[in-house]
């Protein structure tokens, strides 16, 4: 049945092209998040929800927000995520998180590879190869550049902005090919996300806002393909924020299998 699903959501739903327009409204978005961001009244979001109690209780708080409005031809995906680690420091936490070599190990399956590819202060610039698997499987070859700022010796900020993401066919095969940036079937064409660290109550409080953009679901495919491009964000959010949990937690968090 699967396989029947694959071949027919590949036949209806062929490759599409990332178009300038489309483009130009996720970066609006993106830019209205960022300055949202930085004239926050509270430096963490569940500041303002009272949720930090339920976090230090283990719980992880996912929620997602809604563009006013949707590109032609694309979606755009906001979720945003919090986690508390007890007993842990804000340096420990950076230094898993800048660790990007190991990446491929800390958030398997879905970071297949990983490598810091040059690093300037607190710039980075990575490589990432993305399993993205919901109903189809899909492999994406990304790069991103990401910036850390401290904003106190108990606070840091992030920003993570994709430069290029490639769909892979036939990956880890001898038919292996990378596809074009901005074409193929569209999944995931931007990935971005703002990150905040706070150290305090006996640990660090952990915050993502994860944007992406994704190509519009064709008329007649909503049942089949929601599942693939609107849930992958939040699945790989919530993901993220567990397997930090049990890298830096593995007594009380056993490793994923």
Known sequence: MWRFLVIFVTAVAPGAELRPKTLAIYEDYWRSVDQELQSRRHFLRVDGTGGRDRLRQ????????????????????????????????????????????????????????????????????????????????????????VRYRKISDRKWESVSRSTKIAEVEGAGSKREAELAPDTGHGYCWRLDSFWRFEEADGGVYLECSSLSLSRDIPFGMSRLLRPIISELPEASLRSVLEQTRRALLPKTFPALD
């Open 58 to 145: 283990g719980e992880i708080l996912i929620q997602e927000r809604r563009s006013p409005k949707d590109p032609p031809d694309g979606l755009i995906h906001h979720w945003e995520g919090s986690i508390f680690l007890p007993s842990v420091s804000v340096r420990q936490v950076l230094d898993l998180v800048q660790n990007y070599n190991q990446h491929k190990h800390v958030y398997r399956p879905e970071v297949m590879d990983s490598q810091t590819l040059s690093r300037s202060g607190e710039e980075f610039r990575v490589r990432l190869r993305l399993l993205k698997r919901r109903i189809v499987t899909v492999v994406l070859e990304t790069e991103h550049r």
